[in-house]
């Protein structure tokens, strides 16, 4: 039986290769698209290709503040008021003896050195500074106060963003700001999210909640769930639902796989049941079945396998919903969220636990929790199918290998799934 943490460098080293890096993985985009693409995951790209700032950052001399702009050599004389200047103007060189009005982030005019906020003159704000006929020029101003100089943020020719760095925000802002329109970034990662089961209903089948009592359907919890968890470390997904048939499992996933998939996750169907249909189709192919130290969570498999013709990394967790997501959260996202330029880990704490709880000793429990007044308190009980409890949860508790017994008081690791 695996460890936690064998398991883990067992799926890095599978699916790492596969995902995207490469130039042939390349796609131009939009700076407009990146910014406002639906999807949890919308800001989670990578430049795959330096930008060089067409223009220096900001592109002109421009006001920091609402004031006036003014030769500094005029410190302390009066002047006479000219046109104001507002943003997006471009203004008429400055007469020796004046000052002009000035909008934060307007261009400062040729033969002006400085600015002086609009809070220093006799009428104190815009527009009343308007009508001044004549501004007194403080005493002590310098040539460059409260002025932006062209390229004081970026020269011209230098790389705005770097190939390899996270699209952020601000990155956005900085390509918008220079007027970049398209960039190269790596196309996401493609996974192809496949729920095993014939009970499973169909996306258009709703049911009412007395429907899935009196019956034997459920819904696709695992696959909206995962698609879902994917989609926050940018990840495109397509979702499938497969009967407990292996030929009919077969043939859908050579269908659903075709050239689109990097990688293949399975849910279910990898225990020691009489219908486990991934083991029973996929096994022959490569897929190698590994139990992990791991509760919920212990039955894991993975391995390169045959799909349409070529070799695909799969990577199966078991069905309960509680422990496809628990084995996403511990095996999966440290190395999609890798790719994606974000950090591998969840953040993570060390507290003190509220109440008591069990453990098998031979195991790495991995329970629901919440944090109160610095405290842990476990949310729900260790069992796999408490979908509801892990969605009230606000933080996954660990409990080591060894530890049979937590008492209250007893520090443990938590991560934050909020």
């Given at each position: 039986m695996r460890t936690i943490g064998q398991h883990r460098e067992a799926v890095q080293a599978l699916v790492e290769p596969a995902l995207p890096g490469g130039r042939g993985d390349a796609e131009s985009v939009p700076v407009v698209d990146l910014a406002v693409a639906s999807g949890a995951g919308r800001g989670y790209r990578v430049l795959a290709a330096s930008v060089p700032a067409p223009t220096p950052l900001p592109a002109f001399d421009n006001s920091q503040m609402d004031g006036f702009a003014?030769?500094?050599?005029?410190?302390?004389?009066?002047?006479?008021?000219?046109?104001?200047?507002?943003?997006?103007?471009?203004p008429p060189p400055l007469e020796p003896g004046t000052a002009a009005p000035i909008m934060t982030g307007a261009r400062i005019p040729d033969g002006a050195d400085a600015v002086f906020p609009v809070e220093s003159t006799p009428a104190g704000a815009f527009p009343a500074a308007l009508d001044a006929e004549v501004v007194p020029v403080p005493d002590d101003l310098v040539a460059g106060t409260f002025v932006r100089v062209a390229g004081s943020d970026l020269r011209a020719g230098s790389a705005i963003a770097r190939a390899g760095q996270p699209v952020t925000p601000a990155v956005l802002g900085a390509l918008a700001g220079a007027g970049v329109a398209t960039v190269d970034v790596f196309r996401r990662p493609r996974v192809l999210v496949v729920s095993t089961g014939s009970e499973l209903l169909d996306d258009g089948g709703v049911a009412a909640a007395g429907d899935l009592r009196a019956g034997a359907a459920i819904g696709d919890a695992n696959g909206v769930a995962l698609s879902a968890a994917?989609?926050?470390?940018?990840?495109?997904?397509?979702?499938?639902?497969?009967?407990?048939?292996?030929?009919?499992?077969?043939?859908?996933?050579?269908?659903?796989?075709g050239e689109w998939a990097d990688l293949v996750l399975t849910t279910g169907g990898?225990?020691?049941?009489?219908y486990e249909v991934v083991r029973q189709a996929l096994e022959p192919r490569g897929l190698q079945v590994t139990p992990v130290a791991m509760q919920p969570g212990g039955p894991q498999a993975l391995g390169s396998v045959t799909i349409a013709g070529r070799s695909v990394p799969v990577v199966a967790f078991p069905g309960n919903p509680v422990s496809a997501l628990v084995s996403f959260e511990v095996f999966l996202r440290p190395v999609l969220a890798r790719a994606a330029g974000l950090p591998e880990g969840r953040p993570s704490a060390d507290l003190p636990s509220a109440d008591a709880a069990t453990s098998p000793a031979g195991k790495h429990q991995v329970r629901r929790g919440t944090i109160v007044d610095g405290r842990v308190q476990f949310v729900g009980g260790p069992s796999s199918h408490l979908l509801w409890h892990y969605a009230e949860a606000t933080h996954l508790v660990h409990v080591p290998v060894g530890t049979s017994q937590v008492d209250p008081g007893d520090v443990l690791t938590v991560w934050s799934i909020r």
């Open positions: 003014v030769r500094a050599a005029d410190a302390g004389t009066t002047l006479r008021v000219v046109a104001p200047i507002p943003a997006g103007l471009v994917l989609a926050e470390v940018g990840v495109e997904t397509r979702r499938v639902r497969v009967p407990d048939d292996a030929e009919r499992f077969v043939d859908a996933l050579d269908q659903a796989v990898i225990s020691a049941g009489a």
